[in-house]
């Protein structure tokens, strides 16, 4: 997958929300998506990171309820994470666990954690399906 190639978007206007890949709203190109697996050269800055997700796993049991995506490689081996705090879960619908397997862009800033980069999701707008070409 060449992410130098431009990327189609689904539901990017400001305020939406996550849309099965059947409802898009509108596209938007995306020309400066960070690949999941290079995600954490941009740790300290903004970004757009794009991948499959490998893995989604709510951790209903861990503390702060958190929902993990992890992209960028097979789980536990994947280079990078999208997190969202278990307060904010609500706002997402469907539940995120619905996008495995699926392409997404994840806009936000990135952080590092350990050897792996994280962005944090509190809203909708900041996740949205892709169709990568």
């Given at each position: 997958?060449?992410?130098a190639a431009i990327l189609s978007l689904t539901a990017v206007a400001i305020g939406a929300t996550l849309l099965p890949a059947d409802r898009a709203v509108?596209?938007?190109?995306?020309?400066?998506?960070i690949p999941a697996d290079k995600a954490v050269r941009f740790a300290g800055r903004p970004g757009v990171v794009c991948g499959k997700v490998g893995k989604a796993r709510f951790?209903?049991?861990?503390?702060?309820t958190?929902?993990?995506?992890?992209?960028?490689?097979?789980?536990?081996?994947h280079t990078f994470t999208a997190r969202i705090p278990g307060e904010d879960r609500?706002?997402?619908k469907p539940a995120p666990e619905t996008l495995e397997g699926k392409d997404v862009c994840v806009i936000g800033?990135?952080?590092?954690d350990s050897s792996r980069?994280?962005?944090v999701v509190t809203s909708p707008s900041n996740l949205k399906l892709a169709a990568m070409r």
């Open positions: 997958m060449k992410f509108g596209q938007s190109q995306i020309t400066d998506a951790a209903e049991n861990s503390e702060g958190p929902t993990f995506l992890y992209m960028g490689g097979d789980f536990p081996r609500g706002k997402f800033d990135i952080q590092r980069a994280e962005i």
